[in-house]
Every structure is written in structure tokens, then in C-alpha cells.
């Protein structure tokens, strides 16, 4: 046999057992105009970064000859798995989901394998379901170490201090295994501080339970700082840092702490990180209140997933998948990770503003 047919040959066999290849689609579908129909689902026109997300996944498809059915499900959790449902009769020939509880699509992904549309869990993981076919995401154990890093160094924890530093924690959505991920990274990152004594949560809570925000909900997340701050910081204790997920979330803290006096005289406003670079975290970082965002580039995250749909509807081989990381509790989905940028007063200007990924106009300046 001549080496190139052995080597696809082997491919071939590789790509079956590893469940990467899919029967060609064919090149029309209902619904879709004579082209072949994607489905795109998100999550809420709400946040910021989920628009850009969908956008960004839309645009990609379209210009590559597909149409596109994208929808958002307002964070609730009926209308998605009806709209999921919806699609497949409609006759999707691939569907991308990210979820809002990951665990409560169990039913809809049995009906897109009955139906053999392959699905792609977008961002979030997809939960408790042998029915996902891949993940694309970014690295969200590494985004969760970033977090963590982001207190180190804005606090200079590794320098030598006369009294421990004081901290409070966040994290986000329970059913979103996105949140326990970049939790689990933030707390290894951290431990070895709050092993040394430099580190103090004087409220007590550091369990993931204890700390985390449904829905990723900044006005909940306002009024947890708000209830800690009276609660446990009155007297001299004061707060030095905040360990957040997202930046809504951020905010609103920061927020709290203004209206119990923090960011004027010797009470300077509490270092704290965040998730997404919207545009308000960018202008706070500019100002110098939030000290630092994750930016996850979702032109990036939008691209690598386009790229995905096209290979499997064109039965191609998917590489560069991570097969060990993410166990949905089913199987392990094979997952495509990015890698993300820490954004700090320093390089907004080169990563944000630069790259395009704000418009000066949108910014402000
Ligand atoms: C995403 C984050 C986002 C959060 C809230 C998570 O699943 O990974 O980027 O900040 O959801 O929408």
C-alpha cells in the first residue's frame, strides 16, 4: 500500500474511533434555502460577550455558504431546550450549544443523536450526556489559574508583609461547570498564600457553595458584598482584594465597597479581576478602579468553532483535541482549548483597543 493511502487509511481509523467523523452532510436542508442549516444557540442577549459570541459563529458560517439559525434563550432554561428541539425538526445538520444549566438538556441531545445531528458544547460543557460530540471552549482551568494570578500580583502577595492581606471570594454559576473549572483554578493558585497566613477571607466563606452567584447575577453578587461588608468589615478590618469571575460581577462589588467608602481617603478600592472585558470593565481599568479583566477573544473562539462545523459536515478529521480534561460525567468530550489574555491598565491600549476588539468609539475615547 502506498505510504499517503496508509496514512489516511490510519486516519481514518483513528478519526472513527475517536468519534470525529461524521457522515457528510448533505448540502441542503429544510429551513435553510437549499443551504445547509447550522443551528447556533446562546444563552442571553444580556451579556455582552454572548452577542459577540454568536456573531461571531454566524458571520463565519454564512460566509462559508451555510445558514444560520441563531437564537438566545433569555436564561431560560424551557425556551432553550424548546428551541433546541425545534431545530432538529427543522432538519440542523449541526447543532452548537452553550447552555445555561448544563445538566438539563439531557433529553434534547438524545433527540439531535436520533436525529444524527452532531452537537458542539459552546463555551459551557454540556453535562451528564453521552449525546456531545465535541467541547470548544478555552483553557478554563488555566482562565481560573489567571484569576488567581491576577490577586498575586495585584496584591504582591509574594512580597513580605507586616499583616495578612484580607480577601473575599466569588464564584459563579452552579450550573455552569464553567464556574467550578475557573473556581478550582483560582483556590490551587491561591492556596499556597492562605497556607503562609498571607491570605485572610475574614467571612469565613471559601467553599464553592458558599461563594457562588446563579446565573452569574451581579445584582446578587452586589448584595453579598454588601451583606460581608457590614457583616464582617466594620471596625479597622479593611478589604484588600476581591477574588471575581465576571466582570458585571466585579463591578458591582467595587460598587459596595464605594458606598461604604472605599476608593477615597485611606480605604483605596479593593483589587479585583474579572471575566469577559465588556466595555465597562475596560473603562474601569482605564480609570484605574477594577484592576484587571480575562479578555477570551470570541472572534478566536467563533473561528475555531466555524471551522469545526465545516469539518465535520465535510466528514474531515478535527485535530488539536485535548482528550483527557473535560469528563462530562458520561464520557469525555474531546475539546478544542484557547488560550486567553490577562488585560491590566499596562495593555489595554495593545490588546483591546489595538486588536479592534473594542472600538475606540464604543469605548469612548
Ligand atoms: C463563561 C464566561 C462568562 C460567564 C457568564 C461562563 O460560562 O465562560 O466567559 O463570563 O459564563 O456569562
Given amino acids: 500500500m502506498k505510504l499517503v493511502k496508509k496514512v489516511l487509511l490510519a486516519g481514518m481509523v483513528l478519526a472513527i474511533a475517536a468519534g470525529t467523523v461524521f457522515a457528510g452532510g448533505k448540502q441542503e436542508s429544510a429551513g435553510g434555502g437549499g443551504k445547509t442549516l447550522i443551528g447556533v444557540i446562546m444563552p442571553t442577549r444580556s451579556e455582552e460577550r454572548w452577542i459577540k459570541d454568536g456573531n461571531a459563529v454566524k458571520e463565519g458560517l454564512e460566509k462559508l455558504g451555510y445558514a444560520v439559525e441563531l437564537q438566545y434563550s433569555d436564561d431560560d432554561i424551557p425556551t432553550q431546550t424548546r428551541q433546541i428541539d425545534d431545530l432538529i425538526t427543522r432538519g440542523v ?26 452537537v458542539i458544547a459552546y463555551d459551557r460543557l454540556l453535562m451528564q450526556s453521552p449525546n456531545v460530540d465535541y467541547y470548544v471552549t478555552f483553557d478554563n482551568y488555566k482562565v481560573g489559574q489567571q484569576m488567581g494570578n491576577i490577586l498575586v500580583k495585584g496584591l504582591s502577595l509574594d512580597a513580605p508583609k507586616k499583616k495578612p492581606v484580607i480577601i473575599e471570594l466569588f464564584a459563579g454559576s452552579p450550573d455552569d461547570n464553567n464556574a467550578t473549572v475557573f473556581y478550582q483554578g483560582a483556590m490551587d493558585t491561591l492556596k499556597p498564600y492562605f497556607d503562609n497566613g498571607t491570605l485572610q ?71 479585583v479581576g474579572g471575566q469577559d472585558c465588556v466595555v465597562a470593565a475596560v473603562k474601569s481599568i482605564m480609570a484605574g478602579e477594577q484592576y484587571a479583566t480575562i479578555l477570551k477573544d470570541t472572534r478566536s473562539l467563533g473561528a475555531a468553532t466555524v471551522e469545526m462545523v465545516d469539518k465535520i459536515i465535510k466528514g474531515q478529521t478535527i485535530s488539536g483535541l485535548d482528550t483527557t480534561q473535560y469528563n462530562n460525567g458520561a464520557k469525555v468530550i474531546p475539546s478544542l482549548l484557547l488560550d486567553v489574555v490577562v488585560v491590566t491598565k499596562d495593555n489595554v491600549q495593545k490588546e483591546v ?11 469612548g475615547l
Avoid at 98 to 109: E, F, N, R, V
Avoid at 247 to 270: F, I, Q, T
Fill in 93 to 118: 445538520k449541526v447543532l452548537v450549544i452553550a447552555s445555561i444549566d448544563g445538566s438539563a438538556l439531557g433529553t434534547q441531545l438524545a433527540n439531535a443523536k436520533a436525529a444524527n445531528v452532531p
Fill in 201 to 271: 477571607v475574614p467571612s469565613g466563606q471559601t467553599g464553592f457553595t458558599a461563594v457562588a452567584t446563579l446565573r452569574w447575577d451581579a445584582a446578587e453578587a452586589q448584595k453579598r458584598m454588601e451583606n460581608l461588608l457590614s457583616r464582617y468589615y466594620s471596625g479597622n478590618v479593611v478589604l484588600d482584594g476581591i477574588l471575581s469571575p465576571y466582570d458585571p460581577m466585579s463591578l458591582s462589588a467595587l460598587e459596595a465597597c464605594k458606598a461604604v467608602g472605599y476608593g477615597s481617603g485611606n480605604k483605596p478600592l479593593p483589587v
Fill in 353 to 363: 483597543v489595538d486588536t479592534g476588539y473594542h472600538t475606540r468609539a464604543v469605548l
